[in-house]
Protein backbone atom coordinates (compact mmCIF):
# COMPACT_ATOMS: atom_id res chain seq x y z
CA UNK A 1 0.00 0.00 0.00
CA UNK A 2 1.46 3.48 -0.70
CA UNK A 3 1.19 6.58 1.12
CA UNK A 4 -1.09 8.67 -1.40
CA UNK A 5 -3.35 5.58 -1.28
CA UNK A 6 -3.86 5.80 2.52
CA UNK A 7 -3.78 9.91 2.30
CA UNK A 8 -6.57 10.06 -0.34
CA UNK A 9 -8.66 6.92 -0.85
CA UNK A 10 -10.54 6.51 -3.94
CA UNK A 11 -14.02 7.37 -2.12
CA UNK A 12 -12.62 11.01 -0.70
CA UNK A 13 -11.47 12.49 -3.71
CA UNK A 14 -12.17 16.04 -2.29
CA UNK A 15 -9.45 14.97 0.62
CA UNK A 16 -7.94 18.53 0.69
CA UNK A 17 -10.66 20.47 -1.23
CA UNK A 18 -12.31 21.29 2.61
CA UNK A 19 -11.21 23.25 5.83
CA UNK A 20 -11.04 20.78 8.66
CA UNK A 21 -13.41 23.69 10.41
CA UNK A 22 -15.79 23.52 7.72
CA UNK A 23 -16.52 19.89 8.09
CA UNK A 24 -16.53 21.09 12.23
CA UNK A 25 -18.88 23.55 11.28
CA UNK A 26 -21.46 21.61 8.87
CA UNK A 27 -21.99 18.48 11.27
CA UNK A 28 -25.53 18.44 11.81
CA UNK A 29 -26.92 15.87 14.80
CA UNK A 30 -28.67 13.09 13.78
CA UNK A 31 -27.63 12.96 9.71
CA UNK A 32 -24.16 13.04 10.21
CA UNK A 33 -21.18 11.28 11.60
CA UNK A 34 -18.39 13.42 12.52
CA UNK A 35 -14.95 11.85 13.43
CA UNK A 36 -11.63 13.37 13.71
CA UNK A 37 -8.09 12.40 14.47
CA UNK A 38 -4.54 13.25 14.74
CA UNK A 39 -4.34 12.30 10.96
CA UNK A 40 -7.51 13.65 9.57
CA UNK A 41 -10.85 14.60 10.12
CA UNK A 42 -14.42 12.86 8.57
CA UNK A 43 -17.72 14.06 8.17
CA UNK A 44 -20.03 11.72 6.66
CA UNK A 45 -23.77 12.26 5.72
CA UNK A 46 -26.75 9.49 5.39
CA UNK A 47 -26.50 6.11 5.21
CA UNK A 48 -26.23 3.69 2.23
CA UNK A 49 -25.75 0.31 4.41
CA UNK A 50 -26.06 0.28 7.86
CA UNK A 51 -24.07 -3.13 9.54
CA UNK A 52 -26.72 -5.53 10.42
CA UNK A 53 -26.57 -7.24 13.84
CA UNK A 54 -25.70 -10.77 13.80
CA UNK A 55 -24.18 -13.88 15.57
CA UNK A 56 -20.98 -13.58 13.15
CA UNK A 57 -17.77 -11.82 14.57
CA UNK A 58 -18.27 -8.12 13.74
CA UNK A 59 -14.98 -7.53 11.40
CA UNK A 60 -16.39 -10.11 9.26
CA UNK A 61 -20.31 -8.36 9.16
CA UNK A 62 -18.34 -5.05 8.22
CA UNK A 63 -16.29 -7.13 5.57
CA UNK A 64 -18.96 -8.33 4.59
CA UNK A 65 -21.27 -4.75 3.98
CA UNK A 66 -18.44 -3.10 2.97
CA UNK A 67 -18.11 -5.96 -0.36
CA UNK A 68 -22.05 -5.30 -0.86
CA UNK A 69 -21.21 -1.62 -1.03
CA UNK A 70 -18.54 -1.48 -3.33
CA UNK A 71 -19.65 0.01 -7.06
CA UNK A 72 -17.99 1.52 -9.87
CA UNK A 73 -18.96 4.82 -8.48
CA UNK A 74 -17.49 3.89 -4.73
CA UNK A 75 -14.59 1.26 -5.52
CA UNK A 76 -13.24 1.39 -2.04
CA UNK A 77 -16.20 2.43 0.33
CA UNK A 78 -15.70 3.17 4.32
CA UNK A 79 -17.51 2.19 7.00
CA UNK A 80 -17.71 4.93 10.02
CA UNK A 81 -19.29 4.88 13.69
CA UNK A 82 -19.37 3.20 17.13
CA UNK A 83 -18.87 -0.07 18.69
CA UNK A 84 -20.00 -0.63 21.68
CA UNK A 85 -18.61 -1.99 24.45
CA UNK A 86 -19.78 -5.61 24.82
CA UNK A 87 -18.72 -6.71 20.97
CA UNK A 88 -22.06 -9.00 20.96
CA UNK A 89 -23.92 -6.16 21.73
CA UNK A 90 -25.65 -4.33 17.99
CA UNK A 91 -23.30 -1.94 16.44
CA UNK A 92 -24.01 1.56 15.03
CA UNK A 93 -21.75 1.23 12.12
CA UNK A 94 -22.97 2.34 8.36
CA UNK A 95 -21.50 2.80 4.97
CA UNK A 96 -22.59 6.42 4.60
CA UNK A 97 -24.10 7.89 1.31
CA UNK A 98 -21.64 10.78 1.24
CA UNK A 99 -17.61 11.21 2.44
CA UNK A 100 -15.73 14.02 3.36
CA UNK A 101 -12.14 14.20 4.27
CA UNK A 102 -10.13 16.57 5.23
CA UNK A 103 -6.60 17.21 6.71
CA UNK A 104 -6.27 17.29 11.21
CA UNK A 105 -8.20 19.54 12.56
CA UNK A 106 -5.22 20.91 14.42
CA UNK A 107 -3.24 21.81 11.54
CA UNK A 108 -6.10 24.37 10.70
CA UNK A 109 -5.39 27.95 11.82
CA UNK A 110 -9.26 28.36 12.37
CA UNK A 111 -9.43 26.25 15.03
CA UNK A 112 -8.47 28.07 17.88
CA UNK A 113 -11.90 30.21 17.20
CA UNK A 114 -14.19 26.85 17.50
CA UNK A 115 -16.18 26.79 20.56
CA UNK A 116 -13.54 29.34 22.65
CA UNK A 117 -16.27 30.60 25.13
CA UNK A 118 -19.00 27.97 26.71
CA UNK A 119 -22.55 29.22 27.28
CA UNK A 120 -23.18 28.42 31.04
CA UNK A 121 -26.18 26.20 30.73
CA UNK A 122 -28.56 25.24 33.53
CA UNK A 123 -28.59 21.78 34.76
CA UNK A 124 -28.82 19.43 37.65
CA UNK A 125 -26.64 17.18 37.86
CA UNK A 126 -27.14 13.45 39.01
CA UNK A 127 -23.98 11.00 39.74
CA UNK A 128 -24.28 7.64 39.62
CA UNK A 129 -23.28 5.76 42.03
CA UNK A 130 -22.52 9.31 44.23
CA UNK A 131 -19.45 9.98 44.75
CA UNK A 132 -19.16 8.06 48.44
CA UNK A 133 -20.57 4.79 47.27
CA UNK A 134 -18.24 4.70 44.07
CA UNK A 135 -15.42 5.32 46.45
CA UNK A 136 -16.93 1.95 48.49
CA UNK A 137 -16.83 0.34 45.29
CA UNK A 138 -13.36 1.14 44.73
CA UNK A 139 -12.58 0.26 48.02
CA UNK A 140 -14.38 -3.41 47.47
CA UNK A 141 -12.43 -3.85 44.45
CA UNK A 142 -9.42 -3.26 45.91
CA UNK A 143 -9.73 -5.78 48.21
CA UNK A 144 -10.61 -8.27 45.87
CA UNK A 145 -7.27 -7.21 43.87
CA UNK A 146 -5.23 -7.56 47.09
CA UNK A 147 -6.44 -11.17 47.64
CA UNK A 148 -5.13 -11.94 44.33
CA UNK A 149 -8.10 -12.54 42.30
CA UNK A 150 -6.96 -9.93 39.38
CA UNK A 151 -4.50 -7.94 38.72
CA UNK A 152 -6.56 -4.50 37.38
CA UNK A 153 -9.86 -4.12 36.98
CA UNK A 154 -11.46 -0.11 35.49
CA UNK A 155 -14.35 1.07 37.49
CA UNK A 156 -16.46 3.51 36.11
CA UNK A 157 -19.67 5.74 36.83
CA UNK A 158 -21.71 7.94 35.18
CA UNK A 159 -23.53 11.77 35.79
CA UNK A 160 -26.40 12.37 34.09
CA UNK A 161 -26.91 16.21 33.44
CA UNK A 162 -29.82 17.18 32.67
CA UNK A 163 -31.16 19.85 31.26
CA UNK A 164 -33.82 22.86 30.79
CA UNK A 165 -33.01 22.92 27.47
CA UNK A 166 -32.57 20.39 24.04
CA UNK A 167 -28.79 19.99 24.20
CA UNK A 168 -27.22 21.61 21.21
CA UNK A 169 -24.47 18.84 19.74
CA UNK A 170 -22.93 21.05 16.93
CA UNK A 171 -22.16 23.68 19.81
CA UNK A 172 -20.53 20.45 22.31
CA UNK A 173 -18.61 19.28 19.73
CA UNK A 174 -16.69 22.37 18.97
CA UNK A 175 -16.79 23.36 22.13
CA UNK A 176 -14.62 19.72 22.68
CA UNK A 177 -12.28 20.87 19.31
CA UNK A 178 -11.19 24.05 20.56
CA UNK A 179 -9.66 22.71 23.75
CA UNK A 180 -8.34 19.53 22.07
CA UNK A 181 -8.17 19.50 18.49
CA UNK A 182 -5.37 16.86 18.52
CA UNK A 183 -7.10 14.43 20.38
CA UNK A 184 -9.78 11.68 18.65
CA UNK A 185 -13.44 13.88 18.29
CA UNK A 186 -16.37 12.22 17.78
CA UNK A 187 -20.33 12.77 17.42
CA UNK A 188 -21.92 9.96 15.95
CA UNK A 189 -26.12 8.25 16.15
CA UNK A 190 -25.70 5.52 19.16
CA UNK A 191 -29.27 4.76 18.86
CA UNK A 192 -32.68 6.56 18.35
CA UNK A 193 -32.20 10.04 18.77
CA UNK A 194 -29.19 8.98 20.91
CA UNK A 195 -25.57 10.88 19.94
CA UNK A 196 -22.20 9.73 21.21
CA UNK A 197 -19.73 13.03 21.64
CA UNK A 198 -16.84 13.16 23.52
CA UNK A 199 -13.07 13.57 23.05
CA UNK A 200 -11.05 10.43 23.39
CA UNK A 201 -7.26 10.84 24.08
CA UNK A 202 -6.68 7.38 23.20
CA UNK A 203 -5.77 5.23 20.28
CA UNK A 204 -6.65 1.64 20.23
CA UNK A 205 -5.42 0.64 16.94
CA UNK A 206 -4.39 2.56 13.43
CA UNK A 207 -3.36 0.23 10.55
CA UNK A 208 -1.88 1.75 7.18
CA UNK A 209 -0.81 -1.17 5.05
CA UNK A 210 0.99 -2.90 6.95
CA UNK A 211 2.02 -0.62 9.79
CA UNK A 212 0.32 -0.55 12.68
CA UNK A 213 0.12 1.89 15.73
CA UNK A 214 -1.62 2.31 19.19
CA UNK A 215 -1.44 4.85 22.02
CA UNK A 216 -1.49 3.52 24.88
CA UNK A 217 -2.98 5.26 28.48
CA UNK A 218 -3.08 4.40 31.73
CA UNK A 219 -1.74 5.99 34.77
CA UNK A 220 -3.65 9.60 35.40
CA UNK A 221 -3.74 12.54 37.35
CA UNK A 222 -5.86 15.74 36.70
CA UNK A 223 -4.20 18.87 35.08
CA UNK A 224 -3.13 21.76 38.08
CA UNK A 225 -5.34 24.82 38.43
CA UNK A 226 -1.37 27.24 38.06
CA UNK A 227 1.03 25.96 36.17
CA UNK A 228 3.77 25.06 39.16
CA UNK A 229 0.28 22.80 40.27
CA UNK A 230 0.43 21.62 36.73
CA UNK A 231 3.88 20.75 36.91
CA UNK A 232 3.73 19.04 40.73
CA UNK A 233 0.52 16.71 39.31
CA UNK A 234 2.79 15.78 36.15
CA UNK A 235 5.78 14.57 38.09
CA UNK A 236 3.68 13.26 40.74
CA UNK A 237 2.33 10.97 37.72
CA UNK A 238 5.43 9.86 36.51
CA UNK A 239 7.29 8.52 39.48
CA UNK A 240 4.60 6.98 41.04
CA UNK A 241 5.28 3.34 41.26
CA UNK A 242 1.40 2.79 41.46
CA UNK A 243 0.45 4.64 37.75
CA UNK A 244 3.38 2.87 36.56
CA UNK A 245 2.10 -1.04 37.00
CA UNK A 246 -1.34 0.32 36.46
CA UNK A 247 0.44 0.85 32.81
CA UNK A 248 2.18 -1.75 32.92
CA UNK A 249 -0.40 -4.32 32.83
CA UNK A 250 -2.04 -2.31 29.79
CA UNK A 251 1.30 -2.17 27.67
CA UNK A 252 1.92 -5.92 28.44
CA UNK A 253 -1.56 -7.30 27.73
CA UNK A 254 -1.56 -5.40 24.35
CA UNK A 255 2.07 -6.83 23.50
CA UNK A 256 0.83 -10.09 23.85
CA UNK A 257 -2.29 -9.59 21.86
CA UNK A 258 -0.48 -8.16 18.60
CA UNK A 259 2.78 -10.27 19.09
CA UNK A 260 1.34 -13.40 17.36
CA UNK A 261 0.03 -10.58 13.85
CA UNK A 262 3.46 -8.58 13.93
CA UNK A 263 6.51 -9.34 12.15
CA UNK A 264 8.13 -6.55 14.26
CA UNK A 265 7.06 -4.59 17.41
CA UNK A 266 8.26 -2.16 19.17
CA UNK A 267 7.63 -0.54 22.74
CA UNK A 268 9.66 2.08 24.25
CA UNK A 269 10.93 0.51 27.43
CA UNK A 270 9.25 3.48 29.60
CA UNK A 271 6.10 5.37 29.23
CA UNK A 272 6.01 8.95 28.80
CA UNK A 273 3.41 11.79 29.58
CA UNK A 274 0.50 12.97 27.26
CA UNK A 275 -1.89 15.45 28.44
CA UNK A 276 -5.82 16.78 27.40
CA UNK A 277 -7.14 19.92 28.71
CA UNK A 278 -8.33 18.17 31.75
CA UNK A 279 -5.77 15.38 32.30
CA UNK A 280 -2.35 14.11 32.46
CA UNK A 281 -1.63 10.18 31.58
CA UNK A 282 1.25 7.93 30.99
CA UNK A 283 1.33 6.69 27.28
CA UNK A 284 3.20 4.16 25.40
CA UNK A 285 3.14 4.52 21.86
CA UNK A 286 3.23 1.51 20.21
CA UNK A 287 4.56 0.87 16.39
CA UNK A 288 4.66 -2.34 14.39
CA UNK A 289 4.36 -4.09 11.10
CA UNK A 290 1.87 -7.02 10.21
CA UNK A 291 2.62 -10.51 9.71
CA UNK A 292 0.43 -10.41 6.84
CA UNK A 293 -1.98 -7.89 4.35
CA UNK A 294 -5.25 -9.84 5.56
CA UNK A 295 -5.33 -8.39 9.04
CA UNK A 296 -7.83 -5.14 8.99
CA UNK A 297 -7.70 -2.69 11.46
CA UNK A 298 -11.00 -3.79 12.47
CA UNK A 299 -9.61 -7.41 13.38
CA UNK A 300 -7.12 -5.81 15.51
CA UNK A 301 -8.90 -3.57 17.81
CA UNK A 302 -11.47 -6.73 17.80
CA UNK A 303 -8.37 -8.73 19.33
CA UNK A 304 -7.32 -6.11 21.75
CA UNK A 305 -10.52 -5.00 23.09
CA UNK A 306 -11.53 -4.97 25.82
CA UNK A 307 -8.05 -3.93 27.16
CA UNK A 308 -7.01 -3.25 30.50
CA UNK A 309 -7.43 0.55 30.34
CA UNK A 310 -11.23 -0.37 29.69
CA UNK A 311 -11.92 -3.77 31.36
CA UNK A 312 -9.26 -5.50 33.55
CA UNK A 313 -6.88 -8.16 33.68
CA UNK A 314 -7.52 -11.26 33.63
CA UNK A 315 -10.50 -10.05 30.80
CA UNK A 316 -12.92 -12.69 32.59
CA UNK A 317 -12.16 -11.94 35.64
CA UNK A 318 -12.34 -8.17 35.53
CA UNK A 319 -15.35 -8.17 33.54
CA UNK A 320 -16.99 -10.41 36.12
CA UNK A 321 -16.33 -7.76 38.98
CA UNK A 322 -17.58 -5.14 36.52
CA UNK A 323 -20.84 -7.07 36.48
CA UNK A 324 -20.97 -6.84 39.97
CA UNK A 325 -19.83 -3.45 41.23
CA UNK A 326 -21.17 -1.18 38.03
CA UNK A 327 -24.83 -0.80 38.15
CA UNK A 328 -25.32 0.13 34.59
CA UNK A 329 -24.98 -0.56 31.13
CA UNK A 330 -22.06 0.34 29.67
CA UNK A 331 -23.81 0.48 26.17
CA UNK A 332 -21.35 2.56 23.83
CA UNK A 333 -18.73 4.06 26.60
CA UNK A 334 -15.82 2.08 26.43
CA UNK A 335 -16.39 0.75 22.95
CA UNK A 336 -14.76 2.01 19.99
CA UNK A 337 -15.09 4.62 17.65
CA UNK A 338 -13.60 5.50 14.20
CA UNK A 339 -13.74 4.25 10.25
CA UNK A 340 -12.29 1.82 8.49
CA UNK A 341 -12.21 1.18 4.27
CA UNK A 342 -12.21 -2.07 2.22
CA UNK A 343 -8.61 -2.31 1.74
CA UNK A 344 -8.63 -3.09 5.97
CA UNK A 345 -6.79 0.31 6.84
CA UNK A 346 -8.68 2.64 9.61
CA UNK A 347 -8.55 4.42 13.04
CA UNK A 348 -10.42 2.65 15.69
CA UNK A 349 -10.17 4.85 19.17
CA UNK A 350 -11.57 4.70 22.72
CA UNK A 351 -14.99 5.96 23.52
CA UNK A 352 -13.55 7.20 26.67
CA UNK A 353 -14.10 11.10 27.82
CA UNK A 354 -17.91 10.92 26.42
CA UNK A 355 -21.61 10.98 26.44
CA UNK A 356 -24.64 9.85 25.09
CA UNK A 357 -27.03 12.76 24.56
CA UNK A 358 -30.81 12.62 24.15
CA UNK A 359 -32.24 15.64 24.09
CA UNK A 360 -32.33 17.68 27.19
CA UNK A 361 -30.04 14.68 28.60
CA UNK A 362 -26.40 14.10 28.65
CA UNK A 363 -24.93 10.65 30.21
CA UNK A 364 -21.58 11.51 30.61
CA UNK A 365 -19.05 8.33 31.51
CA UNK A 366 -16.13 8.04 33.34
CA UNK A 367 -13.77 5.07 34.75
CA UNK A 368 -10.19 4.40 36.94
CA UNK A 369 -7.92 1.81 36.98
CA UNK A 370 -7.75 0.17 40.04
CA UNK A 371 -5.04 -1.63 41.05
CA UNK A 372 -3.98 -3.93 44.44
CA UNK A 373 -2.21 0.21 45.69
CA UNK A 374 -5.34 2.45 44.39
CA UNK A 375 -6.42 4.39 47.26
CA UNK A 376 -10.50 4.98 46.90
CA UNK A 377 -10.73 8.75 47.57
CA UNK A 378 -8.17 9.48 44.99
CA UNK A 379 -9.63 7.12 41.93
CA UNK A 380 -12.98 8.91 43.13
CA UNK A 381 -11.36 12.03 42.30
CA UNK A 382 -10.17 11.00 39.13
CA UNK A 383 -13.34 10.29 37.61
CA UNK A 384 -14.80 13.83 38.57
CA UNK A 385 -11.82 15.22 36.56
CA UNK A 386 -12.45 13.49 33.42
CA UNK A 387 -15.79 14.66 34.15
CA UNK A 388 -14.84 17.80 33.54
CA UNK A 389 -14.03 17.34 29.48
CA UNK A 390 -17.66 16.91 28.66
CA UNK A 391 -18.98 19.51 31.73
CA UNK A 392 -16.61 22.29 30.11
CA UNK A 393 -18.11 21.26 26.48
CA UNK A 394 -21.46 21.58 28.23
CA UNK A 395 -21.32 24.46 29.92
CA UNK A 396 -21.90 22.73 32.98
CA UNK A 397 -18.38 22.84 34.64
CA UNK A 398 -18.74 25.65 35.84
CA UNK A 399 -18.00 25.95 39.46
CA UNK A 400 -21.28 26.66 41.36
CA UNK A 401 -22.61 23.50 38.78
CA UNK A 402 -19.81 21.05 39.47
CA UNK A 403 -20.54 21.84 43.18
CA UNK A 404 -23.53 19.94 42.79
CA UNK A 405 -21.61 16.49 41.83
C1 LIG B 1 -11.46 4.54 31.38
C2 LIG B 1 -11.06 5.80 31.20
O1 LIG B 1 -9.75 6.14 31.02
C3 LIG B 1 -8.76 5.13 30.76
C4 LIG B 1 -7.80 5.74 29.85
C5 LIG B 1 -6.71 6.45 30.30
C6 LIG B 1 -6.34 6.37 31.66
C7 LIG B 1 -7.03 5.59 32.52
C8 LIG B 1 -6.63 5.51 33.96
O2 LIG B 1 -5.61 6.09 34.33
O3 LIG B 1 -7.37 4.92 34.75
C9 LIG B 1 -8.14 4.69 32.08
O4 LIG B 1 -7.62 3.39 31.95
C10 LIG B 1 -12.00 6.91 31.18
O5 LIG B 1 -11.59 8.06 30.92
O6 LIG B 1 -13.21 6.67 31.39
Given at each position: MTASRFLAPPTAPSFAAHRPTALLHAYRPRADRFFASPTRTLLARGVRHAVPHGSQPLSERVRATLDRAR????PVPVVVGAIPFDLAAPCALVVPRALHWAPA???????????RSPVQGRYRLRPHPAPHEYAARVSAAVGRLRSGELDKVVLSRVLDVVGVQEIRLPGVLRRLAGRDPAGYLFAV?????RTLVGASPELLVARRGRHLTTTLLAGSRPRGRTPAEDARHSKALRSSDKDRHEHAILVDAVLAALAPQCAQLHAPSTPTLLHTATMWHLATPLTGILATDGTTALDLACRLHPTPAVCGTPVHAARQLLQELEPFDRGMYAGLVGWQDAYGDGEWALTIRCAEVAQHTARLFAGAGIVADSCAQEETAETEAKFATLLHALGAGLPAAAGAV
Amino acid sequence: MTASRFLAPPTAPSFAAHRPTALLHAYRPRADRFFASPTRTLLARGVRHAVPHGSQPLSERVRATLDRARSPATPVPVVVGAIPFDLAAPCALVVPRALHWAPALASDPLIGQSGRSPVQGRYRLRPHPAPHEYAARVSAAVGRLRSGELDKVVLSRVLDVVGVQEIRLPGVLRRLAGRDPAGYLFAVPSGRDRTLVGASPELLVARRGRHLTTTLLAGSRPRGRTPAEDARHSKALRSSDKDRHEHAILVDAVLAALAPQCAQLHAPSTPTLLHTATMWHLATPLTGILATDGTTALDLACRLHPTPAVCGTPVHAARQLLQELEPFDRGMYAGLVGWQDAYGDGEWALTIRCAEVAQHTARLFAGAGIVADSCAQEETAETEAKFATLLHALGAGLPAAAGAV
